[in-house]
């Protein structure tokens, strides 16, 4: 158990609807990272907060894709209008110094 | 195009011999790598990292050989016990920063009691 904590584990919906995740790191974990994994490869870096501040996005961040981490905390990631391309694992880690990196175990959304 | 590249989806190995996770890439200016293990139903947790300015290091049954040269690590088991099964994702950065770690696709590691 890393202590870091992702809500829901799976979320299945119709595409077109839109999808909110949430990441609880440990109160240690001043940078924050998501990343998508999809069937048969590594995660991909998608963004990361240093505290509340985003500060960096992947190209693979659509405008459909949305990230907070209100007041440095937990971080929401939501997607609108979601496609089957969107179907993935959606993993969130925190990292409290280089190579620290303790990841949740992932919410798995499945786009119908 | 791949920068990290993990060419063995799978691997068995029988208890008590040694595992060799491979792990390429094609980035000349990738200077820290990690290894990664997952087990099903969670994230991957953190293993194992070397960077560039050694080719060797050691953690306990873990050893990780680094060959910049022929841009090429692995990650060797021993002895391999059947709680080291699970996929193996190598990870590989310009820098240490956790935004820049580009991973391979991972192997999946089987050892047979």
């Known amino acids: 158990d890393t202590g870091v904590s992702q809500n829901p584990r799976h979320k299945i919906t119709k595409r077109g609807q839109n999808v909110t995740f949430r990441c609880d790191p440990i109160?240690?974990?001043?940078?924050l990272y998501w990343y998508r994994q999809t069937l048969g490869q590594g995660p991909e870096f998608l963004t990361y907060?240093?505290?509340?501040?985003?500060?960096?996005k992947s190209r693979l961040l659509s405008d459909r894709f949305s990230a907070e981490r209100p007041k440095g905390s937990f971080s929401t990631l939501e997607i609108q209008r979601t496609e089957q391309g969107d179907s993935a694992m959606y993993l969130c880690?925190?990292?409290?110094?280089?190579?620290?990196?303790?990841f949740g175990p992932g919410t798995r959304l499945t786009v119908l | 195009d791949q920068q990290v590249k993990q060419n063995s989806p799978s691997l068995s190995v029988q208890e008590g011999r040694i595992s060799i996770l491979n792990c390429d890439y094609t980035?000349?200016?990738?200077?820290?790598f990690l290894w990664y293990k997952k087990y099903p139903a969670e994230g991957p947790t953190f293993l194992i990292s070397?960077?560039?300015?050694?080719d060797k290091n050691e953690d306990g049954r873990f050893t990780v050989f680094l060959n910049k040269s022929a841009k090429h690590l692995s990650l060797h088991i021993v002895p391999s016990q059947p709680g080291d099964s699970a996929v193996y994702f190598c990870?590989?950065?310009?820098?240490?920063?956790?935004?820049?770690?580009?991973f391979g696709p991972g192997t999946r590691l089987s050892v047979l009691p």
């Open positions: 070397i960077s560039s300015i050694k």
């Open positions: 880690a925190g990292e409290g110094g280089p190579n620290e990196q303790f």
């Open positions: 990870a590989a950065s310009e820098d240490n920063y956790g935004q820049n770690f580009v």
């Open positions: 907060f240093q505290n509340e501040a985003q500060l960096e």
């Open positions: 980035n000349s200016m990738f200077d820290y």
């Open positions: 109160s240690e974990h001043n940078r």
